[in-house]
């Protein structure tokens, strides 16, 4: 499920910052009519490369498909879930070899987890039961990991005022 929940981050992540980069383009091209020299002479070609990055993203974002693909795994975690209660009513040898191979189908039918997802959920949301613990390295890189991807995130959208700023 995490995965799942990963992908609809990463989709509202994408879609926002994408708004935020084009409000702040189309905002800033409004103010550069009144200021036309803001960035000395080089104005006109520093906006005409941030509205062909802006472009680009809106171009790149929606290829990733990543609400589609969170859809999808969370299908197939409910199918899963359901098929884990058909297991346990299980009668025969026969049908549990049934149960096994659609459950291989439904592996192999959508994109599997990172192991940062496996790690985050051991450490954050399993069951104090839970057999698979984390060692002292993997909860050194899961928290590497969510450092470096919420940096990343911060920045993604500062960056376009730390652009300015440092102008």
Known sequence: ????????SNYFHSSLILVWYSF???SFSIYLIKEPHFFS???DIVMVLTTGSVFTLSLFIPQLNLKTRYEELKKNYITMQGLSTELSLCESKNNFLEIQDYYLELLDSVENH???DLFYFIYFDADKNCSRKLSITEVFRL???LCIRTSLIVLAYALPILFVVML
Not at 1 to 8: D, G, H, I, K
């Open 143 to 145: 928290y590497f990991y």
């Open 1 to 8: 499920m995490r995965a799942s929940e990963r992908l609809l």
């Open 114 to 116: 990172i192991s940062f």
């Open 41 to 43: 002479e080089s104005t």
């Open 24 to 26: 702040l383009t189309f």
